[in-house]
């Protein structure tokens, strides 16, 4: 099993260019999430998917949409990027509401110029 | 707003010594989440815990849910263990919420 999987590993955008972070996991899971993580400051949730076919928003959701294509799959997409947004972002899935437990996938790092 | 409160934020400490850190939150929980992230920046989940204590190894977890505080000790420490430490509980008014501390960075010394 690869867990969970992410790419690009590294990119770099110019402002206001768009682009779709992919993250897939092996593992039969049904949460999926992604998360952005700044210095100085803890992991924070941008958006979820509790189940395939739902999304919703997290703490810092504005300039992201996401998509649950299917069970294994959740992308990450900016639309017009700017330079808050240069991060290292990261996707996670957790099994089911009883197991509490999240996996990470290795991390995106997104500097935006 | 600081739910999750971590100290220290950095500890340096020499090969073998015993180390601890603290995790105290303010939000209701029901089970805590002990992360570990390497340099390379890859995260590991360590521990999930909702009561009392667990072992890993040299890792050892402990958590107390009515006072909200949450103990990582590592026993003997090694070089390998350096890396940045993540409290993270779970729960909060949804029920269904991680929330993170900005985490301990350890250097172990040889």
């Known amino acids: ?113 | 707003k600081n739910e999750v409160e971590q100290s220290p934020q950095n500890l340096t400490a020499q090969e073998g010594e015993f180390i601890t850190i603290n995790c105290s939150y303010s939000v209701g929980i029901s089970a805590l989440h002990w992360l570990q992230q390497h340099p390379g920046g890859g995260i590991v989940s360590l521990f999930m815990l909702s009561s009392g204590k667990k072992k890993h190894g040299r890792l050892i977890a402990t958590i107390n849910i009515q006072e909200k505080h949450s103990s990582l000790h590592i026993t003997a420490s090694h070089p390998r263990d350096s890396a940045v430490y993540i409290c993270a509980p779970y729960g909060g008014r949804t029920g269904n919420q991680f929330y993170f501390g900005t985490g301990t960075s350890l250097t172990v010394i040889p």
């Open chain 1, 1 to 113: 099993n690869a867990g969970v999987t992410q790419t690009p590993k590294f990119q770099v955008l110019k402002t206001g260019q768009s682009m779709t972070l992919q993250c897939a996991q092996d593992m039969n899971h049904n949460s999926m999430y992604w998360y952005r993580q700044d210095p100085g400051m803890g992991l924070r949730l941008i958006y979820y998917s509790a189940s395939e076919g739902t999304t919703d928003k997290g703490e810092v959701p504005n300039g992201y949409n996401v998509s649950r294509l299917n069970k294994r799959e959740f992308s990450l997409r900016l639309e017009s990027a700017a330079p808050s947004q240069t991060s290292v972002y990261f996707c996670a899935s957790r099994s089911i509401p009883t197991r509490y437990e999240q996996y990470f996938g290795p991390g995106t790092r997104l500097t935006v110029t």
